[in-house]
């Protein structure tokens, strides 16, 4: 009788949680075969039968296990069962069609045997010196296949994932949080470990697929924006919590199985601080917050920023967007948004008043033939610009599309580096979050931003009478060194001819006196 001890995971990590038996209790199992999942505080893994022989459990799933904990005994000497005979040699075909368990144990691949190899910070612009580890992906001791992402990094500008550069087991050498110069190594691979090849696991276990289903279903059935263990995953889906109720404590916003059992033991509590109460937390700043800060301060102290005013009624975009919604979406697999009608206005009024699209460079300005506009959007992480590159070329439905990929790649944290920089002009739009009106700080180097705020039904006066219309106050902040008050005053209220006459969105002027050539 051999003893399975918890192993060791990490230096920092005493003990662990036993998520889950993959055999059960006098199951025969193959050595190496996988016979339970372990989970510290970091990763999950896997647990290993260290010989052939009847499996003795000793853990319960869900128990905290020390390090050198026993968790199950193999009795070696123990003959395999009749219905076993064929599973046990490793290249006996039979034993992938009638037991499906134990298929994927001898699919290996051979080391890539280069010995130990460093993974270090790439290389991720000129002017980027370092980068913050924000999240490891795998644990230490994993093994990791190639090319597998390990971990995500974060420089001041976006966020991007580092690859494993060769099959092997991982060695973790940097924490969460860390802020590591270029070249620093982040971690190591040993290549002489072999790898079990990915691809045959599935088809192995096509079949026996409908065994764990209960267990995964219950998992898949978290969101997948929430973070969670796979022990408190369990136990949200097991007593159907809402996670929304559940104080997240793990790094990076990860919901661990105490956080659940608080949410049970306390009851319709909303999470978060309690009131009236002096507590206080610290938190380290993130490179893009960092670097959002710096360039809003260096905005301020480095141009003449003034802000111009000025409202726009929207009945007839609003209209137009009413009208041709559903026809829009059907064909072109898109919603109408107001984004479109103000790139494309900012687009003609940035052609007729060139300042507005140039910025200063030394003793120089350098001024623009096309219009890369720059979508301002809040991330998790901070405020980001991904930009509309030659927005002046693209149609309506092409623009939208382009906003809705920039936004959705925004939130998700996928932006690169080429999708951020460059643009002539930026467009903010803080009406979405409620903001009537406001005074938007330049996006340097660029001379000037459109502000565009919550739509609001007014009175007002139309041919001296009182309506009500849909309105929307306009802000246009610029650099006075560049843009004088005549140009920043008429390019708003070019923006504001254009958005209360959309047939001007077509040529830029009225399309009769288009076709009368007048």
Not at 243 to 272: F, M, R, Y
Request: charged fraction near 25%.
């Amino acid at each position: 009788m051999i003893d399975i001890k918890v192993p060791t995971v990490g230096e920092s990590i005493s003990e662990v949680t036993l998520v889950k038996w993959l055999k059960k209790d006098g199951d025969y199992v193959q050595r190496d075969e996988v016979i339970a999942e372990l989970e510290s505080e970091k990763a999950t893994f896997e647990l290993n039968a260290e010989q052939a022989g009847i499996l003795k459990t000793v853990g319960k799933e869900g128990d905290n296990l020390a390090i050198g904990d026993v968790v199950a005994q193999i009795d070696e000497t123990a003959a395999a069962p009749a219905g076993n005979a064929p599973a046990q040699p490793a290249a006996a075909p039979a034993a992938a069609t009638t037991d499906a368990a134990p298929a994927p144990a001898p699919t290996t691949a051979a080391a890539a045997g280069k010995g130990i190899i460093e993974i270090k910070v790439p290389t991720v612009g000129e002017s980027i010196s370092e980068v913050t580890l924000v999240k490891w992906l795998k644990g230490d001791g994993d093994l990791v296949q190639r090319d597998e992402v390990l971990a995500e990094l974060e420089s001041e500008k976006a966020t991007f994932e580092l690859n494993a550069e060769l099959p092997g087991k991982l060695s973790i050498r940097a924490k969460e949080g860390d802020t590591l110069g270029i070249g620093d190594v982040v971690a190591t691979i040993d290549s002489d470990v072999a790898v079990s090849a990915a691809a045959p696991a599935p088809q192995a276990q096509k079949e026996p697929a409908a065994q764990p289903a209960p267990s995964a279903q219950a998992v898949t059935a978290i969101p997948n924006d929430v973070k969670t263990t796979p022990v408190a995953a369990a136990i949200i889906a097991d007593k159907k919590v809402d996670p929304k109720s559940i104080q997240p404590s793990g790094p990076g916003g990860k919901i661990l199985k105490d956080d659940v059992l608080e949410a049970l033991a306390n009851p319709g509590t909303k999470p978060g601080s309690t009131l009236f109460t002096r507590d206080e937390r610290r938190e380290k700043m993130s490179n893009l917050r960092r670097t959002v800060s710096r360039r809003l301060v260096e905005a301020k102290n480095t141009t003449a920023m003034l802000t111009t005013f000025n409202e726009v009624d929207m009945s007839r975009v609003m209209a137009l967007r009413t009208q041709y919604k559903d026809k829009f979406k059907e064909k072109h697999g898109v919603g109408l948004g107001f984004m479109s009608f103000f790139t494309k206005a900012a687009c003609f009024a940035l052609q007729e008043w060139p300042a507005v699209n140039a910025y200063i460079d030394g003793d120089s300005i350098v001024y623009h033939d096309y219009c890369d506009i720059s979508i301002a959007v809040s991330a998790p992480k901070g405020l980001v610009v991904p930009v509309i590159r030659n927005a002046e070329s693209l149609s309506m439905a092409e623009i939208e599309k382009k906003v809705i990929e920039l936004a959705g790649k925004a939130k998700d944290n996928k932006l690169t580096m080429e999708e951020m920089q460059g643009g002539t002009f930026t467009i903010t739009n803080g009406g979405v979050f409620g903001s009537m009106m406001s005074t938007p700080i330049i996006n340097i180097p660029q001379s000037a931003i459109l502000g565009m705020h919550k739509i609001e039904e007014r009175p007002v006066v139309v041919d001296k009478q009182i309506v009500i219309r849909p309105m929307m106050y306009l802000a246009l902040s610029y650099d006075h060194r560049i843009i004088d008050g005549r140009e920043s005053v008429s390019f708003l209220v070019r923006i504001k001819e254009l958005l209360e006459n959309p047939e001007l969105l077509l040529f830029g002027k009225d399309p009769v006196k288009t076709l009368l050539q007048l």
